[in-house]
Every structure is written in C-alpha cells, then in structure tokens.
C-alpha cells in the first residue's frame, strides 16, 4: 500500500479535512482534475481492488486462522459453504515471509492495476461496449493493416459517409465512380473500380455471400479464410489485408493526388502478399527434432532430491500439490500432498514448491536438488525482477526458505521424469484434508517408484540442442 508515499499524504491533507467531510454538498467545493477523476472513478477501483493478506501482527486478521499446514477451519465460528471455503483455500499467505496485507488489483492476471482493466470493468454492464474485432490483433499481416482495420470496425476511415455523419459538408457520392453514396463497404468492395480486381483475386460475381455481408461481417469472415487463393499456395487471410490496404492507398491516389487507378493493381497486392507470406516461413535455422529417453535420475552422494508438482483439473477449476524426497539409494524419505482448492496450475505448482522447502528445512536438509516440470516457475525463482501479487506471499516464501539451505541447486525436467510427484499431485486435487505428509509411499505410488528406480524411461521429442537456431 502507499498510504505512506507523497501523493497520498498531500491528497489527504488536502481533501481530508473536516470541511470536506461535514459538507452536504461536497462535488460544490473547489478540487482539482486530478481529484475530480479520483472520486469519479472511485466505485470501479471499490469493485477493482482486493486484498492480498500478509502477517500483519497488529489486528485479528487471517494470521488467527492459518497454520504451516493451511486453514484453521474450526478457529472460523461458523461453517462457510464449500465453493467459497475452496476459493479461500487457494488464496496463498506468507508464512516464512513477514509482509503486511497490500491491496491488489482483479481485473490482471499479476494483480497490477492498469487503466485498461479499469476501463474493461467501468463499461462492463453496457453490453453494447463490447468491440466484436478482438481478432484484428491476432491475424498475421502488418501492424499499419491492423491499424486501418481497426479503424473500418469503428467507422472511423475518412470516407464521405463517414466525413458527412461528422458534420462536415462535403459530397456524399463516390469520386471514383461518382454513382453510389462512399461508404467503407461502397470504397473497399462495391464500387465498380473495386470489384474487377476482386474478381481477378477469385471472388467471382456468383459469390454472393462475398459481396452481400455487411462490413463487419465482412472483414472478420475473409480475415480469418485460410484457404489457398493463388498459385504460389498464399492464404485468404494473407492476400485480403494486403488487398484491402492497396485498394485503400489506390483510392486516396486519386482523390488527393489525382492520378488514375492502376491497372496493374491486382498484381501488386499478390506481389506483397507473396511477399510477406514467404518472409513469416522462411526458416530460422535447422531446428531439427530429436527422439530423447526421459527418465528420473537418482542424486549424486551426499545429495537428497526433492521433487514437486502441481495438478490442475479444468472442468472443476480445483488443484492440487504434491512433492517427495529421495536420497542417493533412490530411498523414500518423505512425501506430502496438499488439497490447494479453486486456483489454476501456477498457483498449485508454488504451493508444491514452499511445501517442499519447508519441508526440508524442517528435516534440516542441506544439499539439495529441487526438480519441478514447470517451466514457469524455474524462470520466475531466476529472474530478480520478477513480480507477482497474486502469488507473493508463497514466492516470497519460497526464496527465503531456499536461501535457509546451505546447498540447493533448482532445475527443470520435463513432465515424464516428475511421474511420482505427478500421481501424488492428483492424490492432493481430490482430497478431503488440506495436508497430508507421508513417512512411507502411499500404495498406489508403489509402481511408480519401482519404475524411477529400475530406470524405466519414456520417449519424448525434443528440439536437438546441437542444432543451430
């Protein structure tokens, strides 16, 4: 929170004062701009906002009712209805890490405000905000395209329709054939200039459907085509923004610099979109694919090997985790699960992970592998930069316990060789208890660990890190 920073002590001294808060009328009184716009956006960031918790010590808060191990349901007086108490479940808090409660914000996957989740929430309840041309940013042409796009989706290309409806007093007819009022569809279908290069494009006069739509419609529907419209195999959805563009450029050539329409005009839109079809595929180098034996392998002397998991199920949205430790013998020497509740795979792999490296610091381990099959969170553990609200207080949790082991080494495997964690972390989704730890291996991963220690592998095709990117 920056309760404490500059800005918010002026505002406070500012806006707080008695006068303010005992006026009838307080939207009467002098404010500024910057004012204004806090209090007229003040109910989005109300419903925008939410509250991370940490271990603040100097209130009765959520730190009453969390143990290591997770929630202390029977310290709660009442009994709270299951699909809350598993959404309250999966909320992470600190436990190695002292950080104090912060608000976060709900509308990002990281929790950080943005102007753009506010606008999203501010116009939620009008239906009628939604924009239907979220895909203009996903079809593969060029930016300036998606740009000019964009603006046909809003009617916001100066063709005289849309000049007109502005106010301005201008001809309504088309300047090239001077026939039909110029509307967006009129200037890039219709028109009588226009349509004789669809045509040599393959759009022929029986293709009603073609030349019927309206122009959202329209534009959605070829933008997305991927079949094959010439010769050399180029996409639809490659040639017709490159044929929207060109046609574009032809007709602001005519109006404003007066020159003819150019007759060679359907050949230089398959020119660039060949163009550019073949520059996206050309190759990047000899990304040659390799057939490679994954399989778990036992730590060096002296080592203990922990491994962790997460597990996700997408139908019912709840998680699990799970993780255990073998030593050199490839002997069993702890394991655990834990039942995360409502979150997604992230969320459930650094639950996993502070399971395990309390778990070690508990035994007082000190030379340690930590093998994870999520790639995610090994980036994230490297990289000093990295922040996330959402998942603070385990990852703070996390880089402390780890820095409390005199050796840890942490690396990535793929998902063939986390088998045993794997099972277990599907053993935890479905759970009654929050936490369970094992001193022997549950029956039914007895196979597993019987396959990781006789060796067994699987065949995984793997990018060849000789070969040259």
Known sequence: MESNAMWAKVLKLKYGTRQRINARDESKLPRSPIWRGLKKGEQVFKEGMKWIPGHDTSNLKVKDVISPHGWLWSAIPFVLPPEIKESIQAVPFPIAARNVDKLAWKGSPKCVFSSKGAYRLATQPSKANVFPGVWIWKICTLPKIQMFIWKCMHNSVGVRACLVERGLHIPLDCPLCHTEPETISHALRDCKFVKPIWQQLGQIRGNQGFYSQGIKDWLASNAKAKASCIADGV?????????????????????????????????????????????????????????????????????????????????????????????????????????????????????????????????????????????????????PDFNNSVISPLFDDCKQLAAQIPQIVFRHIYHEANSCANQLANVGRLQSLDFILYTVPPVDLVPFIVADSQGLYSERLCLDSLSSC
Not at 283 to 291: A, F, L
Not at 349 to 369: F, H, P, T, Y
Request: glycine share 6%; hydrophobic share 45%; charged share 20%.
């Open 235 to 383: 996409p639809w959805n490659i040639v017709f923004p490159f044929a929207l563009w060109l046609i574009w450029n032809q007709r602001n050539q005519v109006v404003f610099n007066q020159k003819s329409p150019n007759p060679c005009l359907t050949k230089l839109i398959k020119m660039q979109a060949t163009e550019f079809f073949l520059c996206i595929n050309c190759p990047k180098g000899n990304r040659r694919m390799v057939i490679r034996q994954i399989r778990w392998e036992k730590p060096a002397s002296g080592w203990l090997k922990l491994n962790t998991d997460g597990s996700f199920d997408d139908l019912l949205g709840n998680a699990g985790g799970s993780g255990l430790i073998r030593n050199e013998q490839e002997d069993w020497v702890a394991g655990y699960t834990r039942k995360v509740g409502k979150a997604n795979s992230f969320v459930a792999e650094a639950w996993a992970l502070r399971d395990g490296l309390m778990l070690c610091n508990q035994m007082n381990l000190s030379n340690v592998i930590v093998e994870l099959d999520a790639k995610a969170l090994v980036d994230a553990l490297n990289n």
